[in-house]
């Protein structure tokens, strides 16, 4: 990157491609510490804001190349802005944390440098998406970022916000509103912490509450009707030992099971397996 070359460069990603790596791992393990290095040394003065900004660029095709690459996950129905701050040119982070959201499955709006700050407020209005990442690069511009949240106090119905960003390593306090705001290393622990705060559960997580949802939902509507627990487990050709276990939310029926304990309790066995991770 250095170097001012772009055949060096996709070669590396090309190389990188050859060798079975995946996109993310590419953005991860060569680009990020590649720009990382650069960063630095144009913080220490050993390089110019003009060589910064081609090896930027150079990053910036190879990004745009890889993200062709990614197939993402099955869909969350969770959607996320993410940016820089308004006038923060260095946005580059924030870019690779947005395909990380691609590849887990939400819908991302990426802004680059966000506009200004009642203009932002004003789409997230429009948009209402589920979450907001900003990345913020220096420190001077975090009692922007407070006033940001200010204002997203103010909204009926707010996002989720996460935030990162070298100014957050750097800082050694933070203004009052940024106390108890959410703060990422890297964009992995960004999607984690995003899938928490939204309410999207993982495999096991999403299993569990399954069970327990459709224990509640037989439980229930076993009561409402009046009946017993052997009365329903001899409708259906099952042990009350085992019916017992589902209302419990301890034991992972077959749709078999579930659909004859629908037919005898007049349920519809879509709304008994039904579950909203929402909540």
């Known amino acids: 990157l250095l170097e001012r070359s772009a055949e060096r460069a996709s070669r590396a990603v090309s190389l ?8 993310l791992q590419i953005y991860d393990q060569v680009i990020v510490p590649a720009q990382l290095a650069i960063g630095e040394r144009w913080h220490d ?18 990004l745009n190349r890889l993200r062709q690459l990614i197939e993402p996950k099955p869909a969350l129905n969770r959607k996320v802005v993410i940016g820089a ?5 260095h946005w580059l982070g924030a870019r690779i944390v947005a395909d990380h959201f691609f590849y887990d499955g939400w819908e991302v709006d990426f802004l680059g440098a966000s506009p200004p700050t009642a203009d932002l407020v004003g789409y997230l209005n429009k948009t209402r998406p589920d979450l907001l990442l ?5 420190g001077e511009d975090l009692h922007a970022v407070a006033k940001i949240v200010d204002k997203l106090g103010e909204m009926e119905t707010s996002p989720k916000l996460i935030v990162g960003g070298r100014a957050f390593q750097d800082a050694k306090g933070l203004p009052k509103p940024l ?8 964009p992995r622990h ?4 995003g899938r928490k705060l939204c309410g999207v559960l993982d495999s096991e997580e999403a299993i569990e509450q399954l069970l327990h949802s459709v224990g509640q939902k037989l439980q229930a509507r076993r009561k409402v009707r009046g009946l017993s627990q052997k009365e329903v487990a001899d409708a259906a050709g099952i042990d009350r030992t085992y019916l017992s276990s589902i209302e419990s939310g301890k034991q992972n ?27």
Do not use: C, M, W, Y
């Open 85 to 89: 701050l308004s006038g923060d040119a």
């Open 190 to 193: 960004a999607t984690t912490l």
């Open 45 to 62: 003065g050993e390089i110019s804001i003009s060589e910064e900004h081609i090896a930027t660029q150079l990053a910036i095709d190879q």
């Open 179 to 186: 106390e108890d705001v959410h703060v990422v290393s890297d």
């Open 16 to 23: 990188a491609l050859d060798e079975g790596a995946h996109p």
């Open 134 to 138: 900003l990345s913020i690069t220096l």
């Open 253 to 279: 029926a077959t749709l078999s099971v579930l659909a004859r304990l629908a037919f005898q309790l007049d349920l519809k066995l879509h709304e008994l397996v039904q579950i909203d991770q929402r909540t």
